[in-house]
C-alpha cells in the first residue's frame, strides 16, 4: 500500500510533464496559417471566379457607365454571385476563432504583468459568446451586458473585449453588406439578347478578301502597248473585248458568282464576295472606289444679255455652258461621264495621270421639270429649252486599298484606307472611264425628288446619289481583273441570351468583399504574431472560444495532464455513469448543474 501510495504520483507528475513538455513543443503557425489563407483564398477564388465567368470566359463590355453587358448567362452568373455572397456569412465564426488567437495572448501577457486585459466571470463569458458565436444576437447581448454592468460597477471592460466587439461588428455589416448588394443585383440584373463571337470553324482558308490579278496584269503578258496599259481589257483588234466585260456586267447586276459590290460605313464602294457564311464577322482587304461629286452649273452658266433686258441662255437645244472657274471642264454641250486631264477635257480611264483624278458628265432630265430658266428648287438642276433641265456634275474620283471589316448582317466598317498606285487605278477605271456614257445618269435620274412624310427629307440629293453609283459603277466594271485575297481575321457570331448587370450593386459587393479580405489578413497577421510571441497561446485562445474547455473546467475529471491537451474533447477522458450531470437545486439552496451522485 505504501509503495503504492508513492507510485502514483510520480506516474502523474511523469504524465503532466509529458503533456507540459508536448504543449511547449507544438506549433500552431502552420495551423494558423493554413485556416487564415484558406479563408482568404476562398474569398479571393469567388471573386475570381465570378470576374473571370462575366469578362473572360464570355464576352463584356459597358453600356455607358451604369451596366455591365455580358453574354454570360443570367442564371449560372446570379448562382455564382450568390454562392460568393455566402462565404463571408458562413466564415465570420470561423475568422473570429482566429481572433481568439490574439486575444488569448493578451489574457496570458496581462496575467502575467497585471494588466487591464484580465476579465471577470461575465467578461470572460461575454468574450466566450461573442468569439464562438459570432452573430448578432451575441454582439447585442455583449453589448447590453457592457452597457448595464458600467452603471453598476467600476469594473473597467477590458481592450481585448471591446477589440472583440468591434471586429465582430465590422465583420457582420461587412457580411450584411455583400448579402444585400447581392440581393440587390439580382432584383436588378436582366436576361437580354446578344451577339457572342466565337472562333470560326471552316474546311479551309476562307478568301473573302479581293486584289489585283497581278499574273493577269503582269505587261510582259501583252505585246501591244494598249493591252499593257489596261490589263488586258482593251485589245484594239477586231474580235472586240466582249469576254473582259462579262464579270463586270454580272457585277453590275448583282449576279454574279463571285463578287458584287457594297457600300462601307463611309460610302466607299468596295468590292466583296458574293455570298458569305451567316453569322460570321472578319477583316480582309479589297479595292474599293470612292467618288464626291457636286454639281457646279451655277458656275458654268454662261448667259448673254438680249432684248428687254432679259437674259439667253441659248437656243431650245443647247445650254449655254462655260465651265472654266475653279473646276475646269471643258464642256459645251450634253456629254456622259468621262475622265478629265488637266486642261479639263475628257479622257479614257487608262489615261489618268493622278489618283484621286476628276471626272465630269453634262446631264439632261425631263424629271426635274419648271419655270424657264429657271433652278428647280433646292438643286443644281437648270430647266432650260425642250430638253427638259441641266445638269452640269463635277467629281473627284479615288481609287483605293480599303482595310475593312465586316459584321452581320452586311455591315462594312473601313478600319483604314489609302490610294492605289497610279498604275492600278489606270486599270480599275480602264472600262469605267473607256467612254464618255449616262450608265449612272440613267440608274440615278430624279434623285432627291420624294420627299419622306416623317422626316420630310428627300434622302440623298442628287449629287451624293450620283457620287454612290458613280463608285458603284467604275470599280464593278473592272470585276474581271480582280482575285480572291486572304481573309486576316474571323470569327462566329452566335445570338445568345446574355445578361445586363448594374454596376452599383456589382461594385458594392466587390468593394464589400475586398473590405472583407483585407480585415481577415488583420486578423491572420495579428494570430500569426501571437503563436510566434506566445508558443501556448493555443491553450489559452480555447477559454475564450471553445464551450467544451469551460465544461472541461467545471466540470471534467481533474486530472492535471489533460490540461495541456489541444484536442479538448480528449480532455475528458473516458466518461462513466458517475459523471453524469444534472441540473436543479443543489443541497436546497441554490439552482446549478452537479455529479448525479452529489444531489
Known amino acids: 500500500m505504501y509503495e503504492y501510495i508513492r507510485k502514483e504520483p510520480n506516474i502523474q507528475h511523469f504524465s503532466?510533464?509529458?503533456?507540459?513538455?508536448?504543449?511547449?513543443?507544438?506549433?500552431?503557425?502552420?495551423?494558423?496559417?493554413?485556416?487564415?489563407?484558406?479563408?482568404?483564398?476562398?474569398?479571393?477564388?469567388m471573386i475570381i471566379i465570378l470576374l473571370s465567368y462575366l469578362c473572360f470566359a464570355h464576352e463584356c463590355h459597358m453600356s455607358g457607365k451604369t451596366a455591365l453587358i455580358s453574354t454570360a448567362a443570367l442564371g449560372k452568373t446570379l448562382t455564382i454571385s450568390q454562392v460568393a455572397s455566402h462565404v463571408a456569412p458562413i466564415t465570420v465564426p470561423l475568422v473570429m476563432g482566429l481572433c481568439s488567437y490574439h486575444v488569448g495572448a493578451r489574457w496570458m501577457d496581462s496575467s502575467t504583468t497585471g494588466g487591464p486585459n484580465r476579465p471577470s466571470p461575465l467578461q470572460l463569458g461575454l468574450l466566450l459568446q461573442i468569439l464562438s458565436s459570432a452573430n448578432i444576437a451575441a454582439l447585442f447581448s455583449s453589448m447590453k451586458s457592457i452597457h448595464s454592468a458600467r452603471s453598476k460597477s467600476r469594473l473597467s471592460t477590458p481592450p481585448m473585449l471591446r477589440h472583440s466587439m468591434m471586429l465582430l461588428f465590422i465583420f457582420l455589416c461587412t457580411s450584411y453588406v455583400i448579402s444585400a448588394a447581392d440581393a440587390w443585383l439580382?432584383?436588378?440584373?436582366?436576361?437580354?439578347?446578344?451577339?457572342?463571337?466565337?472562333?470560326?470553324?471552316?474546311?479551309?482558308?476562307?478568301?473573302?478578301?479581293?486584289?489585283?490579278?497581278?499574273t493577269r496584269c503582269d505587261r510582259s503578258r501583252y505585246t501591244s502597248a494598249l493591252t499593257q496599259?489596261?490589263?488586258?481589257?482593251?485589245?484594239?483588234?477586231?474580235?472586240?473585248?466582249?469576254?473582259?466585260?462579262?464579270?463586270?456586267?454580272?457585277?453590275?447586276?448583282?449576279?454574279?458568282?463571285?463578287?458584287?459590290?457594297?457600300?462601307?460605313?463611309?460610302?466607299?464602294?468596295?468590292?466583296?464576295?458574293?455570298?458569305?457564311?451567316?453569322?460570321?464577322?472578319?477583316?480582309?482587304?479589297?479595292?474599293?472606289?470612292?467618288?464626291?461629286?457636286?454639281?457646279?452649273?451655277?458656275?458654268?452658266?454662261?448667259?448673254v444679255p438680249s432684248v428687254n433686258d432679259s437674259l439667253d441662255y441659248g437656243p431650245n437645244a443647247r445650254l449655254k455652258l462655260d465651265c472654266q472657274g475653279e473646276a475646269v471642264?471643258?464642256?459645251?454641250?450634253?456629254?456622259?461621264?468621262?475622265?478629265?486631264?488637266?486642261?479639263?477635257?475628257?479622257?479614257?480611264?487608262?489615261?489618268?495621270?493622278?489618283?484621286?483624278?476628276?471626272?465630269?458628265?453634262?446631264?439632261?432630265?425631263?424629271?426635274?421639270?419648271?419655270?424657264?430658266?429657271?433652278?428647280?428648287?433646292?438643286?443644281?438642276w437648270f430647266v432650260h429649252g425642250n430638253n427638259g433641265a441641266w445638269n452640269v456634275v463635277y467629281c473627284n474620283v479615288s481609287t483605293l486599298n480599303v482595310l475593312y471589316r465586316h459584321s452581320s448582317p452586311d455591315i462594312f466598317t473601313v478600319i483604314q484606307s489609302s490610294p492605289t498606285d497610279l498604275e492600278t487605278a489606270q486599270y480599275m477605271v480602264t472600262?469605267?472611264?473607256?467612254?464618255?456614257?449616262?450608265?449612272?445618269?440613267?440608274?440615278?435620274?430624279?434623285?432627291?425628288?420624294?420627299?419622306?412624310?416623317?422626316?420630310?427629307s428627300t434622302g440623298d440629293t442628287y449629287e451624293e446619289a450620283y457620287s454612290l453609283e458613280l463608285g458603284r459603277q467604275v470599280l464593278a466594271r473592272g470585276a474581271v481583273i480582280y482575285q480572291s485575297a486572304p481573309t486576316s481575321e474571323i470569327s462566329s457570331k452566335n445570338i445568345v441570351i446574355g445578361s445586363r448587370l448594374r454596376m452599383a450593386p456589382l461594385v458594392l459587393m466587390i468593394a464589400a468583399m475586398v473590405t472583407y479580405i483585407c480585415f481577415v489578413l488583420f486578423i491572420l497577421i495579428q494570430a500569426l504574431a501571437s503563436v510566434l510571441n506566445a508558443p501556448l497561446v493555443r491553450l489559452a485562445?480555447?477559454?475564450?472560444?471553445?464551450?467544451?474547455?469551460?465544461?472541461?473546467?467545471?466540470?471534467?475529471?481533474?486530472?492535471?495532464?489533460?490540461?495541456?491537451?489541444?484536442?479538448?474533447?480528449?480532455?475528458?477522458?473516458?466518461?462513466?455513469?458517475?459523471?453524469?450531470?444534472?441540473?436543479?437545486?443543489?443541497?436546497?439552496?441554490?439552482?446549478?448543474?452537479?455529479?448525479a451522485g452529489q444531489r
Open 16 to 45: 503532466t510533464g509529458a503533456a507540459k513538455s508536448k504543449a511547449h513543443s507544438s506549433s500552431s503557425v502552420a495551423r494558423v496559417l493554413c485556416f487564415g489563407a484558406g479563408i482568404v483564398l476562398l474569398l479571393v477564388a
Open 229 to 303: 496599259n489596261t490589263c488586258g481589257l482593251l485589245s484594239g483588234g477586231s474580235g472586240g473585248d466582249g469576254r473582259a466585260r462579262m464579270e463586270g456586267l454580272r457585277t453590275i447586276s448583282n449576279s454574279s458568282s463571285m463578287n458584287r459590290v457594297m457600300y462601307a460605313d463611309d460610302r466607299t464602294a468596295i468590292l466583296v464576295p458574293q455570298s458569305l457564311p451567316s453569322n460570321i464577322t472578319y477583316t480582309a482587304t479589297t479595292l474599293g472606289v470612292k467618288a464626291s461629286c457636286r454639281s457646279i452649273t451655277r458656275e458654268c452658266l454662261a448667259p
Open 541 to 595: 485562445s480555447l477559454y475564450v472560444n471553445d464551450p467544451l474547455t469551460i465544461i472541461h473546467t467545471l466540470y471534467g475529471k481533474g486530472d492535471a495532464s489533460s490540461t495541456w491537451e489541444y484536442e479538448t474533447k480528449k480532455r475528458f477522458g473516458e466518461e462513466s455513469e458517475q459523471d453524469r450531470l444534472a441540473v436543479g437545486e443543489m443541497y436546497g439552496e441554490r439552482f446549478g448543474v452537479m455529479k
Open 186 to 214: 439580382h432584383a436588378s440584373s436582366k436576361a437580354i439578347t446578344l451577339e457572342s463571337t466565337t472562333a470560326y470553324i471552316g474546311s479551309s482558308p476562307e478568301l473573302f478578301g479581293r486584289a489585283m490579278n497581278t
Open 431 to 456: 472600262f469605267g472611264f473607256e467612254t464618255p456614257s449616262t450608265w449612272v445618269a440613267d440608274r440615278v435620274d430624279g434623285a432627291g425628288l420624294v420627299t419622306d412624310p416623317n422626316t420630310n
Open 329 to 380: 471642264f471643258n464642256a459645251t454641250d450634253v456629254s456622259g461621264q468621262e475622265a478629265l486631264d488637266v486642261q479639263g477635257n475628257g479622257i479614257s480611264g487608262y489615261e489618268i495621270s493622278s489618283n484621286p483624278f476628276f471626272a465630269g458628265a453634262v446631264i439632261t432630265s425631263q424629271a426635274y421639270l419648271d419655270a424657264e430658266d429657271e433652278f428647280y428648287p433646292n438643286t443644281g
